[in-house]
C-alpha cells in the first residue's frame, strides 16, 4: 500500500520560492509504474493539477504553471519535491501529493484518477 506524506513551510513570503516535499512508504517511486503528482486546492476552489514526475524520471507541468513550477526526485529516499518560484497570495491552498499508475486512458491531469493521497499540507502566501 502507497503512502504519502507532504512536509513544507506552512507560510511563505510574496516573491519567495515554495518547496514542498512528498515521502513516499510502501515501495520506490522508481519500482512502481505510477505518476508521482502535485496537486492543490485553493480556498473555496476546486483541485488543480499542477504537475507530475513519472517512474523513469520525467516530468509534465500545467501549461499555466510551467514556468514557476519544477519538479524533482531523490530516489534514495523515495521523495518527490516541488519547487514553485514567484509565489503570490494566488498560491495560497491545501497542497498534496498523490499518486496513480500511468496507462490508466485518463490525462495525467485528471485529479480524480488518483488513487493515493497525502493528507495535504495548507501554505499560505503571505507578508
Known amino acids: 500500500q502507497v503512502q504519502l506524506q507532504e512536509s513544507g513551510p506552512g507560510l511563505v513570503m510574496p516573491s519567495q520560492t515554495l518547496s514542498l516535499t512528498c515521502t513516499v512508504s510502501?515501495?520506490?517511486?522508481?519500482?512502481?509504474?505510477?505518476?508521482w503528482s502535485w496537486i492543490r486546492q485553493p480556498p473555496g476552489k476546486g483541485l488543480e493539477w499542477m504537475g507530475s514526475?513519472?517512474?523513469?524520471?520525467?516530468?509534465y507541468y500545467s501549461p499555466s504553471l510551467e514556468r514557476r513550477a519544477s519538479i524533482s526526485r531523490d530516489t534514495s529516499k523515495s521523495q518527490f519535491t516541488l519547487e514553485m518560484s514567484s509565489v503570490t497570495p494566488e498560491d495560497t491552498a491545501v497542497y498534496y501529493c498523490?499518486?496513480?499508475?500511468?496507462?490508466?486512458?485518463?490525462?495525467?491531469?485528471?485529479?480524480?484518477?488518483?488513487?493515493?493521497w497525502g493528507q495535504g499540507t495548507q501554505v499560505t502566501v503571505a507578508s
Open positions: 498523490a499518486a496513480r499508475r500511468t496507462g490508466l486512458g485518463a490525462s495525467v491531469s485528471a485529479a480524480a484518477s488518483y488513487d493515493y
Open positions: 510502501g515501495g520506490s517511486i522508481t519500482a512502481y509504474y505510477y505518476y
Open positions: 514526475i513519472n517512474y523513469s524520471g520525467s516530468t
